[in-house]
């Protein structure tokens, strides 16, 4: 009987100095035979608890049998488990990158308990990869295409980010017309805006873009719905719709000097960084100055990005936040690969003023210093409460990284949809909002998550838009 192997086989990384000269991915993946190597350490359970972990429910196991069944036939291998994943996810270069799997599918997995879990995300990103370089992609595409059943009902899409992008994605392959209406001049929504490129480069995600556009998707780019059409009109030309605008509209803090230059919410640093290449300057209009001294307040994923792209930018970076470091938030991998590229990190300081300089741009910012209890919160952490000591901290820039909300825009424009008081709509059971035909998912229904829990949303909105479809046909 073969030996169990209980730590996961690494990935290759890049090295740290290179890192930091400029955007280049970190991880750089596993070749056919790591993937191999890792995917031999797989139990092959069944039932599967690592399936009901994927809030897209792919078959886990089986994509991985796939892997190992072929071996000596790389391609044939990476080919089978590709439509696999695909059965369920259309994107999986993207998840596969991006995805917390350590709290998703990789938190059940069996060999976890015995050492480390099967290191599922990396090889769903392998076999993406893979399967892209060799065109292995483009011939299943070319297989599947003619296959699809064309119908005339038409779906409006509104938001181009995973919710929107899964939806029209599962809805192509099921033959309908899928249009989606896009604010931003490019379509991905938070993976183009949010996700700096050394953890989700562009080209990857255009080159899976392409796929919904092979299927038949329709993208219109500088498409502001509210502004550009209304909802109403929408709803005239198309069958049904789906709302996946994402919780795009920073929180920031009531503080004084909370308006000086040099603070930034993370959306619209990260957004100018990796939409609008600010680090690419002259070759892109776009720069952005942020001094010697960053701080980054919060420790989300989100927090991480600003970091490690303002070490990028040749800062020194603080991240300051509230709680201690195990209260962090953010992937286990990104806050590594943080303390790795040169962020300190400062806990238990909660931010209290701005403070600014006599041209208006923000020098330091005043904590006061908090101090955890043992008593518990609902959400299982440690209370924490000021100690009445203060600190202040140099800082050039500032980086407020302490979540987001849902678009005020649409809250205006789209008042007949019921939402709460926060802008969050309401759905039922199927992800219907209060007016038929309407359907939503993704942060727009949740407050901010991950791209995961986004796409998986996308996946039942389509199985509800299908079946909506469906039974207006059988009616008429």
């Given at each position: ?72 036939d ?32 990789e ?19 392998f ?10 992609d ?15 009902e038409?779906?409006?899409?509104i ?15 099921d ?43 329709e ?84 927090a ?58 923000v ?48 809250r ?53 838009i ?11």
């Open positions: 009987m073969m030996a169990i192997i209980k730590e996961r086989i690494p990935t290759p990384e890049r090295l740290i100095e290179e890192r930091l000269q400029g955007f280049m991915e970190v991880n750089l993946g596993y070749t056919f035979e790591l993937a191999l190597q890792e995917a031999q350490r797989c139990l092959q359970c069944n039932p599967a608890p690592c399936i009901q972990g994927c809030p897209v429910h792919i078959d886990i196991p089986g994509f991985i049998k796939k892997l190992r069944e072929n071996k000596e790389p391609k044939k291998a990476v080919k089978e488990a590709l439509e696999v994943i695909w059965a369920c996810n259309t994107l999986p270069a993207i998840t596969g990158r991006v995805c917390p799997q350590e709290d998703q599918c938190a059940p997995c069996v060999m976890g308990k015995v050492g480390e879990p099967i290191n599922i995300g990396k090889l769903e990103r076999v993406a990869d893979y399967a892209r370089e060799q065109g292995i483009e011939e299943l595409l070319q297989e599947i295409i003619p296959k699809i059943e064309k119908k005339k038409k779906v409006a899409i938001g181009a980010g995973p919710a929107g992008l899964t939806c029209a994605a599962e809805l192509a392959k033959g309908y017309q899928v249009t989606i209406f896009e604010a931003l001049h490019k379509p991905g929504g938070v993976l183009v805006y949010g996700i700096p490129e050394f953890r989700l480069p562009n080209d990857t995600i255009e080159k899976e873009l392409e796929k919904l556009k092979k299927l038949g998707v993208m219109k780019t500088d498409y502001i719905v509210g502004r550009t059409v209304t909802l109403d009109e929408l709803l005239e030309n198309y069958d049904a719709v789906f709302i996946g605008t994402g919780a795009g509209t920073p929180k920031l803090p009531s503080l004084p000097g909370i308006n000086l230059n040099g603070i930034y919410s993370a959306n619209e640093f990260l957004t100018r960084v990796n939409l609008m290449k600010a680090y690419a300057f002259p070759e892109y209009d776009t720069p952005i100055k942020i001094g010697k001294k960053v701080i980054v307040i919060g420790a989300g994923n989100t991480m990005d600003a970091a490690r792209t303002a070490r990028r930018l040749g800062a020194e970076v603080v991240i300051a936040y509230r709680r201690g470091k195990e209260d962090i938030t953010a992937r286990i991998e990104e806050v590594e690969h943080a303390k790795e590229e040169g962020v300190t990190f400062e806990f238990f300081l909660s931010p209290m003023e701005f403070i600014g300089d006599e041209n208006g741009r020098k330091a910012v005043k904590f006061m210093k908090m101090k955890a209890l043992e008593e518990r919160d609902s959400k299982g952490k440690r209370k924490i409460v000021p100690t009445g000591d203060t600190t202040v901290l140099e800082a050039d820039t500032v980086v407020i990284a302490i979540g987001k909300t849902t678009s005020k825009l649409l205006m424009t789209m008042a007949k949809i019921e939402a709460d008081e926060y802008g969050v709509i309401k759905v039922d059971e199927k992800l219907m909002t209060n007016i038929p035909g309407v359907f939503a998912g993704g942060d727009a229904i949740r407050g901010e998550a991950t791209v995961i829990l986004a796409m998986g949303d996308g996946r039942k909105a389509a199985k509800s299908k079946e909506y479809l469906e039974k207006k046909a059988n009616n008429t």
